[in-house]
């Protein structure tokens, strides 16, 4: 991935939430920490232009997300902090199809592609039930499918095991080690991030600590006042 932000600012009702800030992203896994509010969730929707910066530039891959919007949301895949967000039509089926839907495939490659993500996440016996009448780890995972199955070069997650119980997060932890995808991952849960390539801890919209996941978990955990 190259993901550059440039002198980026946000700004929410005159209230600045990120501080100006320049960081460029290349490594292949890349976990987020910081406290809540501290402008984790701000920043990551910038890379697929759900939130724009008041001020600065954000390019994905080498696409404004501004000015070559379309271009540069197409480089990656977001998981919502709410899953709930994330699954438009009522039956599960139906929504992880809907992302295909541009790529004019046959309908019989459309339904072999959902039925491999859906076998991928162990969730084959949910494809034909409500969205609405599930868990919320089983949303959790039918989001992660509904996004897999468009292939993003980039994947974007906002605390993907935050509802699963102990099982199924370490299903997605394996999951995500496998990836062939680029993967940003914001998370409470600092194992899950433990063996990336790189880990940003932000504070009160800043960055406070970027590099070696060692370094900057024990420096969350001496600021928090935990047991090194
Ligand atoms: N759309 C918005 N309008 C106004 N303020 C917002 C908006 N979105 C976020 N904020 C504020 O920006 C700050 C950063 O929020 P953000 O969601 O980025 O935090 P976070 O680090 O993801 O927190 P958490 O760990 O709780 O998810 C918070 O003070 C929040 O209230
Ligand atoms: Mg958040």
Redesign the pocket.
């Known amino acids: 991935m190259d993901i550059r932000f440039d002198k980026v600012e ?1 700004r ?2 005159g ?1 600045t ?2 501080h100006p800030l320049t960081v460029t992203l290349t490594e292949r896994r890349i976990g987020i920490i ?12 910038m890379i697929n232009g759900l ?1 724009k910066p008041s001020a600065g530039r954000v390019t994905v891959n080498g696409f404004d997300t501004v000015s070559a919007e379309n271009d540069a949301r197409q480089q990656s895949g977001f998981i919502f ?1 709410n899953p709930q967000n994330q699954i438009i039509l009522p039956i599960l089926r139906e929504d992880i199809a809907l992302g295909l839907k541009s790529r004019k495939l046959p309908k019989a490659n459309v339904a072999a592609a959902v039925n491999a993500v859906l076998d991928r996440f162990e969730i084959g016996h949910l494809a034909d039930r409500r969205a609405h009448e599930l868990s919320g780890g089983e949303l959790q995972l039918a989001a992660l499918a509904s996004v897999l199955v468009t292939e993003p070069k980039i994947l974007v997650m ?2 993907p095991t935050n509802q699963l119980d102990l099982r199924n997060r370490n299903l997605v932890e394996r999951t995500i080690q496998t990836l062939p995808e680029d993967v940003i991952v ?1 998370s ?1 849960d600092l194992d899950l991030i433990t063996g990336f390539d790189r880990v940003l801890m ?1 504070r009160e ?1 800043r960055i406070e600590a970027d590099g070696a996941p060692g370094e900057v978990i024990g420096r969350y955990r001496a600021l928090n006042g935990a047991e090194a």
């Open positions: 946000v929410f009702e209230r939430v990120i910081g406290l809540n509010g501290s402008g984790k969730t701000t920043f990551a929707r939130v902090q906002d605390e914001i409470h932000f919209g």
